[in-house]
């Protein structure tokens, strides 16, 4: 098994207030997880790049169950949120369904989000 540090960022957010974005390719070509891969993110950072304060929530898709890690957390301008990190860590796997996990970010304001994902991928 090969495992590999990368990030990946998301620059802008959704064009619409309100709308699920998938943040992450990890390796697939659907904005999953890639069959036989399985991540481990290390760390995520979620910035306001508005003039105003900001909700977000984040949510981990895995088949047909969505779970919030994180759930209208405000953000004030020029903040940021951190959603794991040091001690935390959030693991993704290509699932049996033949589906894998997804991470998505949702904000209560269009494009007003950057996001920075570390993680290890092991495939």
């Known amino acids: 098994m090969a495992n590999t540090f990368k990030n990946m960022t998301f620059r802008g957010g959704s064009t619409n207030a309100n709308t699920l974005t998938n943040i992450g390719n990890f390796g697939g070509s659907s904005n999953a997880v890639a069959n036989g ?3 481990t993110l290390i760390g ?3 910035a306001n ?3 105003g304060v900001i909700s977000v929530g984040v949510q981990l898709k895995n088949a047909p169950n969505a779970t919030w890690t994180i ?3 405000p953000i004030a301008s020029g903040g940021s949120l951190v959603l794991c990190g040091g001690d935390q860590k959030i693991c ?3 699932v049996a ?3 894998g996990d997804t991470l998505s970010v949702i904000s209560n ?3 007003s989000v950057d996001v920075i994902l570390s993680y290890l991928e092991i495939t």
């Open 109 to 111: 304001t269009a494009n």
């Open 49 to 51: 790049i508005t003039s």
């Open 37 to 39: 891969s399985q991540i």
């Open 92 to 94: 993704l796997q290509f």
């Open 97 to 99: 369904s033949g589906v």
């Open 71 to 73: 759930k209208d957390a």
């Open 44 to 46: 995520c950072t979620i």
